[in-house]
């Protein structure tokens, strides 16, 4: 019982999930993280997808983008700009 091309695509979307959580805690600007984490939304939205899960594929994304733009929005207001 060998592997099928599903599962190698959900093994190479855990691979950037992981990426993506390292990439997060190491990247020092905080709007280069937060497009990090948008597209670990993505990605994690797909794998709900491939999952058969189209509810929590739809509440990932939704609560992804939500919190992308309260971050993007944060960033905004609270970050110096360099005159």
């Known amino acids: 019982m060998g592997l099928t091309s599903a599962d190698y695509g959900t093994m190479a979307m855990l691979l ?33 997808l491939q999952m058969n899960t189209p509810d929590l594929a739809i509440t990932e994304a939704a609560a992804g983008i939500g ?5 993007m929005v944060v960033i905004s207001r609270t970050s110096r700009k360099e005159e």
């Open 67 to 71: 919190m992308t733009v309260l971050m």
């Open 16 to 48: 950037m999930l992981i990426i993506a959580s390292l990439a997060m805690y190491f990247i020092r600007d905080l709007l280069h993280a937060v497009i990090v984490y948008g597209a670990y939304t993505l990605v994690m939205a797909l794998i709900w």
